[in-house]
């Protein structure tokens, strides 16, 4: 992290006052003190870790080192709060840059493969067993590997803090189990969108019925995760929530199943997801982890061509109801929802005007679930093969 670039949320909105910042996004409200205001106003996009250190530190005299930690768990919050933009990954020309350079794993470690991503994780105790099974879905061979994590526990008379290191140094010190938990699901998220050069990544929901996937662009909070949910346990298979990877020169969605954190706002909705009384409930008290398993949905094929492009609009309390829109419209909307859309070049661009040529698109406003399932299924089952 010390040498990326941190940019603020640009759908955060933001009041100060006497110089504290009041956040709000996704129906929460976050307060910042006047050290946090100040850090969050340098996050422009081209500011790195390494910066803010120096300049923190000459402000306020204290050391880089001590700094730079303090900064480091404090942007690791504002991540796992969804915060901060994901960094788009560096401009290079498709299928010519050179694979990042990969190391061999801790002995004992155990190996991932999220995409073109390959990570691994050493932890071996409750909160490590428990995030072996957050990240199972994604269980590869042992071999090299792009970043190696390490998550430990230290008891310092009453306290107890959780230690995220990735390829040795300290990224994460917290006394909250479910910050280090929220923290790795959203690094790793994070440079999945960073190594991949053989998809557009479109931030959306993707599921599919056999070979066929409708694709839901949307911004945070607009409820695709919801809808994703109830989708996947109405049959449809889950591909994603999140980045729906759609191969250069072709319309296939990838499927990209990562682990669904489902926030307080949406829960009562989707009260089959509830979990089961257990060890692992103490991790869940801020979030429910729903993997792909526990999604169940009918199985498919590897990949499923993009046949529905259907933007969301929230309108909780309403009937949700599906209207047609332009195929320039949809277009419009993945492409203003595409992570690495400049990296990929005019490449990236004309894959996802390919993927849009042959879908039907449409506009749906998100009311009530049944009604929603029911609209998004039309799109794609006819009345003489229903599931």
């Not at 307060?31 to 996009?45: E, I, K, N, Q, S």
């Not at 879908?359 to 039309?378: H, K, M, N, W, Y």
Request: with cysteine; glycine share 8%; aromatic share 6%.
């Amino acid at each position: 992290m010390s040498s990326e670039r941190v940019e603020r949320g640009r759908e955060v909105e933001v009041v100060v006052l006497d110089g504290e910042a009041v956040l709000f996004h996704r129906g929460r409200v976050h307060r910042l003190d006047l050290v946090g205001t100040r850090v969050w106003a340098m996050l422009d996009g081209t500011t790195t870790l390494d910066d803010l250190a120096r300049e923190l530190g000459r402000e306020f005299d204290e050391g880089a080192d001590r700094v730079r930690a303090d900064i480091g768990a404090f942007l690791a919050h504002l991540g796992a709060e969804g915060l901060l933009e994901p960094g788009p990954p560096p401009p290079h020309a498709p299928g010519a840059a050179s694979a990042p350079r990969r190391t061999q794993p801790p002995e004992g470690a155990r190996c991932y493969e999220a995409m073109a991503f390959r990570f691994s994780l050493q932890a071996d105790n409750e909160i490590g067993r428990y995030l072996h099974e957050l990240f199972g879905q994604f269980s590869a061979a042992d071999g090299s590997v792009d970043a190696s994590y390490e998550l430990t526990r230290e008891v310092d008379e009453a306290t107890v803090r959780f230690i995220v290191r990735r390829n040795g140094e300290i990224v994460l010190t917290t006394t909250r189990a479910w910050l280090a938990i929220a923290w790795m699901l959203w690094d790793t998220n994070q440079r999945v969108i960073l190594h991949e050069r053989e998809h557009v990544l479109v931030h959306a929901a993707a599921l599919s019925i056999e070979d066929r996937a409708v694709v839901i662009p949307a911004r945070m909070g607009s409820g695709k995760s919801t809808l994703a949910a109830s989708l996947a346990l109405r049959g449809f298979r889950y591909l994603t929530d999140e980045a729906a990877a759609i191969r250069l020169g072709q319309t296939a969605v990838t499927p990209y199943p990562r682990t669904m954190a489902l926030a307080t706002s949406t829960q009562a909705l989707l009260p089959e997801l509830r979990p089961t009384p257990s060890w692992r409930s103490r991790y869940q008290r801020r979030q429910w982890h729903v993997t792909a398993s526990q999604l169940g949905g009918a199985p498919g094929p590897a990949t499923a061509t993009v046949s529905a492009v259907v933007a969301l609009e929230l309108r909780p309390g309403e009937p949700s109801a599906l209207t047609q829109i332009s195929r320039s419209e949809a277009f419009e909307s993945l492409c203003r929802n595409a992570w690495n859309l400049a990296g990929l070049g005019d490449s990236g661009f004309r894959t996802l005007g390919q993927a849009v040529a042959g879908a039907a698109c449409a506009r749906l406003t998100f009311g009530d679930i049944p009604s929603a399932v029911e609209a998004v299924r039309g799109l794609l089952v006819t009345d003489r093969h229903r599931v």
